[in-house]
């Protein structure tokens, strides 16, 4: 990415125009603001996840069709946040109703195994390369079962994270997910920071945290616990602060350290799998690691997860030695809906479509972000996007602690009142698309980051 001259942008500037933009929103949220009143009597801050809730307040959601969601005070929205990545479908999608409402009348639930199993792994080798796969019902256990193949084929506890990425809400790996900046300690070996309290702090002596696209500091953590790296797992592209794409080389070099040293290699498809392309990471990067976790996207909007490993790390699981196990595991209903998503709508034609809506969001922002000489750059594939407020690119988190997230939350204000919902607000301005976003919701979204730019410009 060439470096462009930019604006220095005006803080000052920017409180008053958010003071002046949740003036606007708020008195189009009264049914949400009232309703959380009433949910948080029964229900913890009354919200069922706390990322349900970000400020300026919860926003409460009736229904969505296609592209579109809408609220409980009834404004419609283009949809962008698409249930944190999962709705790459598009809401109520006819083959996923229809494949949901058949299974839901022969019976919702038998935990005993049907036969969508075959189609749905014979898809799942086809994108990802790997041989065997196993599901479950999210992403996080998906990554807990992935940290735990590591430990059990290799034997060894120690496992490598990258600062800054989210691999769910387990305990094995819920360290240095948005790290404090004063407690992150130096970037050749990184604090390893619990996220939540609750997490007993000797956890955090089984994870290494490293830099992302440095394979240097991924060689001298090998080195310093030679023989006790079970394995390292990493989104091959980060979305946890913006998309950030590794750099050439990095992947596959990871595959080759790790393998140096007895370890393995997982990527977390959570959320590229189903969405930067066919095959998600593996196929855009061209690397096949040892283990994928996916979930989001591929269960076409019921909860779902998946781990695919080679015949190796899934040795100990075919021989009965070591159980993967779970009551809602291959649920039928979450079978046929992965099923329609898998082979009816996230088809190969799919992802021509998301690239072209990617082309229309990125010309389109990169077009307002250099005619007002934003320090922001455009990344992304398939139906994943961002826009990167720096000057300069990044490439690990530690390139973002500069960024001032009054920005990001700006730019969610301008969308979220000119009839955009986005995912909440982070560092990063974030999208995802779906099959059924047309040119002209990637046009709307463009046309308000244009007005969004022309205002922060000033
Ligand atoms: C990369 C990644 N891995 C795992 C997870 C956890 O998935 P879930 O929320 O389905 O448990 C997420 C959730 O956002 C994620 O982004």
Known sequence: ???????????????????????????????????????????AGGVASSWQDSPPHAIYIDRGQGSRIWDIDGNEYVDFHLGYGAMVVGHAHPKIVEAIERQARRGTHFAQPTKDLDVIGENLVDRFGLPLWRFCNSGTEATLEAVRLMRAVTGRDLILKVE?????????????????????????????????????????????????????????????????????IVEPAMMNCGVIFPVDGYLQGLKDLLHRHGAFLAFDEVKTGGTVAYGGAVELFGVTPDIVTLAKAIGGGVPCGAIGATEELFGPVVSGEMDMAGTFNGNPLTMAATRAALTQVLTKDAYVHLNQIHGILAEGCTAAIEKHRLPAYVTGAGAKGSVIYSATPVREYRDTIGIDERITYLAWLFQQNRGVFKSPWSKQETWTTSVAHAADDARRYVANFEEFAAAIAG
């Open 164 to 232: 800054a990425s989210y691999h769910g809400h387990h305990d094995s790996l819920m360290f240095s997910v948005v790290p404090d900046p004063a407690e992150i300690g130096p970037r050749k070996h990184p604090v390893t920071l619990p996220q939540v309290p609750g997490i007993p702090a000797s956890f955090a002596e089984l994870v290494r945290v490293v830099p992302f696209n440095d394979l240097g500091l991924v060689e001298r953590a090998l080195a310093e616990s030679e023989g006790k790296v079970a394995g390292m």
């Open 1 to 43: 990415m060439a470096v462009r001259e930019s604006v220095e942008l005006d803080l000052a500037r920017v409180d008053h125009l958010i003071s002046e933009e949740e003036a606007k929103l708020e008195p189009k949220h009264r049914s949400s603001i009232e309703y959380k009143q009433v949910a948080a009597r029964t229900v």
